[in-house]
């Protein structure tokens, strides 16, 4: 859980700063935040099911 809110708040920070770089840059970014948000999903899904089972 910690870890979804420390990428949210990387993607607010992200996301503000867009203004003042390149936007393949930004894009670079964010493609990198939400595969890390893509993992942590797999990852806690996963979790979930090992515990329900």
Known sequence: MLLLVVALLL???VLGAVV???????????AVI???LLI?????RTAAQRRSR
Do not use: D, N
């Open 11 to 13: 993607l607010g920070v």
């Open 20 to 30: 003042q770089i390149p936007v393949p840059l930004s894009l670079a970014l964010a």
């Open 34 to 36: 939400g595969c890390w």
């Open 40 to 44: 942590f999903a797999v990852r806690e």
